[in-house]
Structures are given as structure tokens and as C-alpha cells.
């Protein structure tokens, strides 16, 4: 998961797009904020983000660290904390 933005910025300018793949039909795409959900639990196992795959329409669920947290919360993606 990377963010597109223009080098050099910490906020980017206009919408982000985020790059993304499906490890059910290998596809690689670009998200919007709008298309992905974080969930950060209390563990490792509960702190993950997801996505419909737009191509096979596979649903898609995968670990979210810190980096991919801070990358996806900047980013705009709705975020949902459990305690």
C-alpha cells in the first residue's frame, strides 16, 4: 500500500489515491480514500485495512502497521477504533 503524491509534500493537494493489490486475481489499481476501512484493534491480529477488489470483487483484508495507519489516516480512509 503506497500513497500517490507529488515529492517532496507531507499533505498532498488534491484527492489520494492509494496503489493497492489482490492477492485473489493478482491485480494491481488505485483506491480512493472513500474504498477502503481501518479497523486498529488491540493487537496485531485485530488492526487490518479492507477493500472490494474492483476487478474480481474479492474482498480483500490485510495487516495494517503503523506505517500503513499513519499513511492511511492522513490519507482520509474511515477508521474505526476498538477497545
Same mark, same amino acid.
Given at each position: 500500500?503506497?500513497?500517490?503524491?507529488?515529492?517532496? =509534500?507531507?499533505?498532498? #493537494? *488534491?484527492?489520494?489515491?492509494?496503489?493497492?493489490?489482490?492477492?485473489?486475481? =493478482?491485480? +494491481?489499481?488505485? !483506491?480512493?480514500? &472513500? #474504498? !477502503?476501512?481501518?479497523?486498529? &484493534?488491540?493487537?496485531?491480529?485485530?488492526?487490518?485495512?479492507?477493500?472490494?477488489?474492483?476487478?474480481? &470483487?474479492?474482498?480483500?483484508?490485510?495487516?495494517? *502497521?503503523?506505517?500503513?495507519?499513519?499513511? !492511511?489516516? &492522513? *490519507? *482520509?480512509?474511515?477508521?474505526? +477504533?476498538?477497545?
Amino acid at each position: 500500500m503506497s500513497v500517490i503524491s507529488t515529492p517532496g =509534500t507531507t499533505v498532498p #493537494a *488534491g484527492p489520494v489515491s492509494f496503489k493497492a493489490a489482490c492477492p485473489d486475481c =493478482t491485480a +494491481r489499481f488505485e !483506491l480512493t480514500a &472513500g #474504498a !477502503l476501512r481501518l479497523a486498529i &484493534g488491540a493487537s496485531r491480529r485485530t488492526t487490518f485495512y479492507s477493500f472490494t477488489c474492483p476487478e474480481c &470483487g474479492a474482498s480483500v483484508r490485510k495487516h495494517a *502497521g503503523e506505517r500503513i495507519i499513519e499513511l !492511511l489516516t &492522513g *490519507g *482520509g480512509v474511515s477508521t474505526l +477504533r476498538s477497545v
